[in-house]
């Protein structure tokens, strides 16, 4: 089936450096997500985009996080600076309609902060 | 406020036998609901949805989840289990119409022992 793949796949970063997560969404879809999971809790809705917008975010999408997708390249979530807090396993999904009913996810991305 | 509530953490069930895992939501309104797969290494893959219509759905490799709305659950069943299916099983809810923004469950992990 349709894949969406995740760089990296995990990485270590220190505290208060930025990093950039990076998501290939399934060629011919036009929204784009992303999740986050803290171990042992439940996945959790970070922001939709569409169109190059953000479409709507949850409190978890902090100030410090951006995404964007230039030129239909990466999907991309950015966090600068980066807190122990983010500490999690992001899934970036993608979809072909807007009422999102069949979402694509990627495997993650752990990103460890220390 | 939405939220979904798999009570079940672990389920240990012997190849062949019958499974059932639970799952209960609570939203006001009509919910979309839907059963995720994750199988080690992988992204979560979608296993069924229930929109509206016959309450009983039917998914991917023999799996099926029933909708009652009088008891807010959402319980995804399989009559005769195999190896491949030991994997992570999430549930989850969104809003009719909403974009993308889904409601987990912490999952359940089912391990069919041979």
């Known amino acids: 089936g349709p894949k969406v793949l995740q760089i990296p796949s995990h990485q270590i970063i220190d505290m208060g450096q930025m990093v950039t997560l990076n998501c290939d969404p399934v060629?011919?879809?036009?929204?784009f997500y992303w999740y986050k999971q803290i171990l042992g809790q439940q996945m959790e809705f970070l922001v939709n985009?569409?169109?190059?917008?953000?479409?709507?975010k949850s409190k978890l999408f902090k100030d410090q996080f951006s995404v964007e997708r230039p030129d239909g390249s990466y999907f991309t979530l950015k966090i600068q600076p980066t807190a122990l807090e983010d500490s999690a396993v992001y899934f970036c999904?993608?979809?072909?309609?807007?009422?999102?009913?069949?979402?694509?996810f990627g495997e993650g991305s752990r990103l460890i902060v220390v | 406020a939405q939220s979904v509530t798999q009570p079940d953490a672990r389920v240990t069930v012997s190849e062949g036998a019958s499974l059932q895992l639970r799952c209960k939501y609570s939203?006001?309104?009509?919910?979309?609901l839907f059963w995720y797969v994750q199988y080690p290494r992988q992204g979560l893959q979608l296993l069924l949805k229930?929109?509206?219509?016959?309450?009983v759905v039917q998914g991917v490799n023999g799996f099926e989840a029933e909708f009652i709305k009088s008891n807010s659950s959402f319980h995804l069943r399989k009559a005769s289990v195999h190896w491949s299916d030991s994997a992570v099983y999430f549930c989850?809810?969104?809003?009719?119409?909403?974009?993308?923004?889904?409601?987990f469950g912490l999952g359940t992990t089912l391990q069919v022992q041979p």
């Open positions: 999904a993608s979809s072909l309609d807007s009422s999102g009913n069949t979402l694509y």
């Open positions: 060629s011919n879809h036009l929204y």
């Open positions: 985009f569409y169109n190059g917008k953000v479409m709507e």
């Open positions: 939203y006001s309104g009509t919910p979309y």
């Open positions: 229930y929109y509206s219509g016959d309450p």
């Open positions: 989850a809810v969104s809003a009719t119409g909403n974009t993308g923004k889904l409601i």
